[in-house]
Every structure is written in structure tokens, then in C-alpha cells.
């Protein structure tokens, strides 16, 4: 393996490491109890599925608690909601297996990508971000019914925020795809 794909490798776990790590300071500071950051997988070289699995499900457990700190929702209104939170959650984990998909075929062929592959992983990657911003748009609606325009607002707007992080800790963690 060369030293390329080593580091992009190294690369790709921190990022998932860090993506916990910001979902995690997120909930730490609005809650009065910190919480426990996801162990990385301490391979540096590679994130075994069985480790991207178990940081996957910590993060979407930080964000559910995120959320439900920050809706404050009656008990009324916790009925009608969980259930389609939970219905949304297990779409877009779908849409993320192809991000997570996509990134790990880009660690595999770092350093070796031609052109055509470059320009699949790059078209996957934006498939990924209208799959997800379409999903937001669907559960919209379907929220508001079960708590209000407000509260769904909020959601959206938390939903939306914990994404962009993880964004863009993936972002500035990826190496740009070399030219030479």
C-alpha cells in the first residue's frame, strides 16, 4: 500500500472519528452532563464496517438526544413525533451507506483514480446531497402535522446543522482528488 493510500486512509478515520467528536460537543454543551465521545478504531489505516456501524449508530444516538433537548416537546406531541423521526432516521441512514460507500471507495483508489472514476465518486457524492436535501423536503410536511410549523422549523433547522458539521468536518478532512 503506498504512503498515499496509508494517509488517506488515516484520513478517513479521523473524519469519522471527528464527525463523532462534533456531534458530541454539540450535545455536550447543551446539556449539563458532557458526553463521551466515540472511540476511534485504533487501525489508523482502515475503519473496519463493523466500526463505521457502531460510530454511525453513536452518532445518530447523539443527535436524537440533541434533538430531543432542543424541541421540547410534549408528551402529546413526543407520540407523533418519535415514530416519524425514527421513519426519517432509517431513510436517510440509507442515503448515508452511499456517502459512506462512496468515501470509502475514494480511500481505496486514493492516489490511482483515472478520470472516469473521479467523475463517479464526484457525481455519487452529489447524488448523496440532493437524496438528502429531497428527504428533508418529503419529511417537512410530515413533521409539521405532528408538532407545529414552529418545532418542525426547529427540527429541520438542527437536522440541518448536525449534517453541516459532519460536513464539513468530512470536507476539510478529505484530500483533493490529485491532478498529477
Same mark, same amino acid.
Given at each position: 500500500?503506498?504512503?498515499?493510500?496509508?494517509?488517506?486512509?488515516?484520513?478517513?478515520?479521523?473524519?469519522?472519528?471527528?464527525?463523532?467528536?462534533?456531534?458530541?460537543?454539540?450535545?455536550?454543551?447543551?446539556?449539563?452532563?458532557?458526553?463521551?465521545?466515540?472511540? /476511534? $478504531? *485504533?487501525?489508523?489505516?482502515?475503519?473496519? +464496517? %463493523?466500526?463505521?456501524? #457502531?460510530?454511525?449508530?453513536? @452518532?445518530?444516538?447523539?443527535?436524537?438526544?440533541?434533538?430531543?433537548?432542543?424541541?421540547?416537546?410534549?408528551?402529546?406531541?413526543?407520540?407523533?413525533?418519535?415514530?416519524?423521526?425514527?421513519?426519517?432516521?432509517?431513510?436517510?441512514?440509507?442515503?448515508?451507506?452511499?456517502?459512506?460507500?462512496?468515501?470509502?471507495?475514494? /480511500? $481505496? *483508489?486514493?492516489?490511482?483514480?483515472?478520470? +472516469? %472514476?473521479?467523475?463517479? #465518486?464526484?457525481?455519487?457524492? @452529489?447524488?448523496?446531497?440532493?437524496?438528502?436535501?429531497?428527504?428533508?423536503?418529503?419529511?417537512?410536511?410530515?413533521?409539521?402535522?405532528?408538532?407545529?410549523?414552529?418545532?418542525?422549523?426547529?427540527?429541520?433547522?438542527?437536522?440541518?446543522?448536525?449534517?453541516?458539521?459532519?460536513?464539513?468536518?468530512?470536507?476539510?478532512?478529505?484530500?483533493?482528488?490529485?491532478?498529477?
Amino acid at each position: 500500500m503506498t504512503r498515499e493510500k496509508m494517509n488517506m486512509k488515516k484520513r478517513l478515520a479521523g473524519v469519522l472519528a471527528a464527525g463523532a467528536c462534533v456531534v458530541c460537543m454539540t450535545v455536550a454543551s447543551a446539556q449539563t452532563t458532557p458526553a463521551s465521545p466515540a472511540a /476511534a $478504531d *485504533k487501525d489508523q489505516h482502515r475503519i473496519s +464496517d %463493523q466500526d463505521l456501524t #457502531l460510530l454511525r449508530k453513536d @452518532l445518530r444516538s447523539q443527535k436524537k438526544q440533541l434533538i430531543a433537548q432542543n424541541l421540547k416537546l410534549t408528551d402529546a406531541e413526543a407520540t407523533k413525533f418519535w415514530p416519524v423521526y425514527d421513519q426519517y432516521v432509517a431513510e436517510l441512514a440509507k442515503i448515508n451507506d452511499k456517502k459512506y460507500a462512496t468515501i470509502q471507495e475514494y /480511500a $481505496d *483508489k486514493f492516489g490511482t483514480l483515472s478520470d +472516469d %472514476q473521479a467523475m463517479s #465518486l464526484i457525481k455519487n457524492w @452529489l447524488d448523496v446531497d440532493v437524496a438528502a436535501t429531497q428527504l428533508r423536503a418529503k419529511y417537512l410536511p410530515i413533521v409539521a402535522k405532528a408538532v407545529g410549523g414552529k418545532k418542525a422549523a426547529t427540527f429541520a433547522q438542527l437536522d440541518r446543522r448536525i449534517a453541516s458539521m459532519v460536513d464539513l468536518q468530512l470536507g476539510s478532512q478529505i484530500p483533493l482528488v490529485q491532478t498529477q
